[in-house]
């Protein structure tokens, strides 16, 4: 019995039993995933990019807030590891492609070699990621939180960055941490910020050479310091909390949003490199036990090498739009 | 299996003897954009500080050079330039598009609760 139906589209191009896009199925698929995967982080960045707009007369400026290079202490060096990160990242993604084409010419020994350079490249920029995270972590000079959650820093009058510890009065006999075991046992109180708003502004008061910075950006493009009075004034009458690194809730460098964003968006794309580089070590040791020589053909390392690339794809948007934009 | 690779980029410009050639030769032109974009980024040229439909020119630079860089990698790292016409506009028309129009919306929204912030009733300032 014959069911087949004629369409009267057979021969031609979506006819069926061809291949229109000349790309098998596996790599479409990926190309898809890579499409929506795209606009997820075109979500995540056009978010960043309307917190911005939001707040364009504040916003932390990235050259003062990325100045660390690793072993280089007090060094400032503004965007220079940021800088060889998206190299590493550059140069794993041009391995990644001669593994490619190592592998449409067979060539197993060449396409083991490049997947090692590969992953060895992703895992330095993971490494990199995780330092830069840290040194954001801890932050350096301390700052102050007002009232209305602006963010007050201290220069001297070049305008160098003073740090909190080097000016605030240290007072004994302070309060100590709440903890339920000696209070309320159904309270909680995270640990205590390292100086209190009294320490502080005794130390402004003691050292007339320290002024305070705010975060407006001013017609110049830096942010504006205040007077001596205005200073000391700002201080007593608005500031808070003593704030000392970045994390979700408050950051040193400015908008605690600014923050937000960076962990999300890095942490996010950190994720894609970190299993990008899971995937990738997989697909290594298939080359090594000739999965693909069995398959006569390497389309595998293909698929992943565009997942590889796209990681690489977003890391360049990613890297214009926190640290150089 | 087929594996014909374009081997010219620059509109023909520049053409490559082989596919591995063309990739370094793409490494070497997507290292020097990032070592302009962080030369510019260091040096904050005064004269790229004009403002130019409400943004920099500097910026301007930065996102030009930052999709011409996004440009070569699809293209010659993920061989769009070697896959057919309808493969090609499927993928990169429809995230253009879509990425265009929810950056235009966001931005837009954003510079307006600025305007709010800025020029309106609301005190931010303490």
Known sequence: MNTTVATGTEGKTWGGGNKPLTASYGKLMMWFFIVSDALTFSGFLAAYGFSRFKFIDSWPIADEVFTHFPFLHGVEAPMYYVAFMTFVLIMSSVTMVLAVDAGHHMNKAKVTIYMFLTVIGGIIFVGSQAWEWNTFIKGEFGAVQTKGGNILQFVDAEGHRVAVADFAKVETGTRTQHESKNGLWFVDEGALPAYTMGEINNGLAAHPEVLVRTQIINEAGKKTVLSREESVKQLKDNGRLFVQGANLHVNEYGSPLFADFFFFITGFHGFHVLSGVIINIIIFFNVILGTYERRKSYEMVEKVGLYWHFVDLVWVFVFTFFYLV | ?126
């Open chain 2, 1 to 126: 299996m087929a594996h014909e690779h374009k081997l010219e980029i620059f509109r023909g410009l520049v053409k490559f003897k082989s596919n591995t050639s063309k990739i370094w030769g793409v490494l070497v032109f997507l290292t020097l954009i990032t070592v302009i974009e962080v030369a510019l980024g260091i040096v904050k040229p005064e004269s790229l500080m004009g403002k130019f439909l409400g943004m920099k020119i500097l910026n301007w630079i930065f996102i030009i050079l930052t999709i011409v860089k996004a440009y070569y990698i699809t293209w010659d790292f993920m061989h769009m330039r070697d896959e057919v016409k309808a493969l090609r506009r499927m993928v990169v028309w429809t995230a253009i598009f879509l990425i265009v129009y929810l950056v235009f919306i966001l931005l837009q929204e954003g510079g307006y609760i600025e305007s709010v912030y800025s020029s309106g009733f609301i005190k931010n300032d303490f």
